[in-house]
């Protein structure tokens, strides 16, 4: 598993990234995520959720939009890498659920470019 905090920019960003990951892994990834934007103290979070090469199932839907709403207001601004096809569809439902929109990219670069501008 792995989230952790990168820099760009001088800005730190929480990167998550679910690739390769099993479905129970990917469920844990999300609650692991959720403590450390808990653990950093910043309600000015900047984050980017990394969904390439990955299974997306429907209780990976449903646990991220519940986190999504509970790490809104400690969120600034949210990435998601690898939205394409049926993914998009996903996406709008959990940023509608949420109330904490992401924003879908197809770079890390981009995105990274994105949240710290």
Known sequence: MSAEWIFHKGKRILYINYGGLQKEEQLAQIRQAHRLLLESGSKENLTISDIRDMGVSQAFVDLAKQQGKLSGPITKKAAVLGVVGI????????????????????????????LVE
């Open 87 to 114: 993914r998009k569809v996903l996406l709008e439902a959990v940023n509608r659920f949420s109330g904490n929109p992401r924003k879908p990219f197809d770079t890390l670069e981009d995105a990274k470019d994105w």
